[in-house]
């Protein structure tokens, strides 16, 4: 009975060590990027709820379905098997597949903080991608999955939702909507990352990748934007 009451290695509840690595008070600055969407608004393709809707869900279906979260599932299977090489590869191989200088840079950016944060918090591993040029976001989000014993589904799933409610905040602010429209959003997002995490669960590694030449266009378009909100 003691044994199956036992907490993980990492100390604490799973769901609430989810819940700590997912919120928005993660000090790694994810809201500073729009990943694309500051230069749609401006361009005019994205300028009310369905365009804001479609864009989220297209880019969750196209994208981070088939990249980024076959991708995490990946580290997360190497940070738990201790396996330093196949992290390295895989880390190296997301930040490879990002388009735009913008884009890897935010990636970068995203990772150092959370290696950072890791460390701060005595993460083991955590210290040596603080300096580390592949680091990724996924990456350290990987880390903290493993150290802290999340089970996988639930931490694709978290991180889905993360990534979805940081774009519906640059959406708020952006196009601009409502925070009731932004709720709605976030609705159609949990459906969707909800048929998301099993797929990206079953991807082989010849499938990953991701289909989304209208967001590579507007990151390459934002790096010259005269006037901006927001780092991507």
Not at 169 to 177: I, K, T
Request: negative net charge.
């Amino acid at each position: 009975m003691a044994a199956d009451l036992a907490l993980p290695e990492g100390g604490g509840l799973p769901l609430v060590r989810l819940l700590q690595i997912v919120s928005p008070a993660m000090p790694i600055g994810a809201f500073a990027y729009s990943q694309g969407l500051e230069q749609a608004v401006a361009d005019g393709w994205v300028t009310d709820e369905q365009e804001a809707k479609a864009w989220l869900l297209g880019l969750l279906e196209s994208s981070f379905a088939t990249l980024d979260l076959p991708v995490l599932y990946r580290l997360t299977s190497a940070w738990r098997a201790d396996d330093l090489a196949d992290v390295g590869r895989w880390s190296a191989w997301l930040l490879a597949c990002r388009p735009t200088q913008e884009a890897r840079a935010e990636d970068r950016q995203l990772g150092t903080a959370l290696a950072r944060v890791l460390e701060a918090v005595g993460i083991e591993g955590a210290a040596p991608w603080m300096i580390r040029a592949d680091v990724t976001h996924a990456a350290m989000f990987a880390l903290a999955t493993a150290r802290f014993a999340i089970p996988t589904a639930d931490a694709l799933g978290g991180y889905a939702f993360s990534w979805a409610e940081a774009i519906t905040s640059a959406a708020v602010r952006l196009v601009p909507l409502g925070q009731n429209a932004g709720q709605r959003l976030l609705v159609a997002a949990g459906d969707a990352i909800e048929r998301a995490v099993p797929r990206a669960l079953a991807l082989a590694d010849d499938d990953l990748g991701a289909t989304a030449p209208g967001q590579a266009l507007a990151s390459a378009r934002h790096e010259t934007l005269y006037s901006r909100l927001f780092r991507s």
